[in-house]
């Protein structure tokens, strides 16, 4: 209904405001917040050891957020191959991490899967740094700085749902074109690209919430549910290649066998949710988001429209 006033509702700080019809400056906001969250996170708990994982989470959404306007965006390349060489840095460090989480998980099983995680666990992966190396995180943090401090200044070619609708399309073409690819070949990091696209479509979806956030909400529950999948998938198959060549056959043969089910359960998961999620064509997801976006724009939001709170699923 034009004109209705949701005062119920609360919107979250990383969306789009209905009071920016250009969208110039929600954008530079919610880019310069997450970056800045990055940066704090990295200053205030250097040993924590969730650092590496919400300092990629934060590159990640920021991403994400840039995908969604590249078409109009001149300075895309840039700062995406900025963020993407940051988040490169750090990744060695973080997939360490995720092994040993991995192995912890698979070694609660009392069979022959089980003993051989807990041996191999004890032999690559002890325990967690105490904190990630010094160089790392500064060359990190320089890159971060750099990006954030220049999107103060980011301008787009276009306004409004033209600056939205043509990198949304993208991201969802991309998710689906990577899914079928998946399908076809099976392969690891098929897998793994796939997700990228999915995590960027999920982000896309929590920035649009507030067009409807009854639909937008649910749609991106599967995406991040989807999102989940394929990241476990992926530290599996990071599991499975860091294997040790010390450990008996017969304890190599049963954690494979074990990683390679769980893999495919996964899999079975992730098409069941990516076939529901992707089912339409992007052209026309992106004429029905842009016809809720309208009716959004014209709706009363004096009383400041507010949003359901969504909460995160570990990445």
Known sequence: MLGRCRCKEARMPFQFDPKDPRITKTVRHIARDELRAALDRLSAAPGEGSLLHGLRKHI???????????????????ENAVL??????????????????SL???????????LAARQMLASVAPEPPAAPPTAALAAFGERIAEVHD?????????????????????????????MARAARDGDDEHFHAWRSRVKHHWYQARLLLPIWPEMMSAHADIADRL????????????????????????????????????????ETLSFFLGERLFAEAPEALVARWGAWYALWRQEDHACDPALPEVEEAED
């Open 60 to 78: 990640k959404k920021t991403r994400g957020l840039l995908r969604l306007v590249a078409p109009v965006f001149p300075g895309f390349h840039r």
């Open 84 to 101: 993407r060489d940051a988040a490169a840095g750090i990744s060695e460090l973080r997939d360490a991490e995720v092994m040993r989480i």
């Open 104 to 114: 912890l998980r698979l070694g609660a099983a009392e069979d022959a899967a089980g």
């Open 150 to 178: 220049r999107a103060a200044h980011w301008e787009f070619e276009k306004k409004g749902w033209e600056a939205l609708a043509p990198g949304l399309a993208t991201t969802f073409h991309d998710a689906r074109k990577r």
């Open 227 to 266: 999102g989940e999948a394929l990241g476990q998938h992926h530290d599996l198959a990071v599991l499975a290649r860091a294997m040790p060549d010390h450990l008996s056959p017969e304890a190599a043969v049963a954690l494979s066998t074990r990683i390679e089910d769980e893999k495919k359960r996964l």
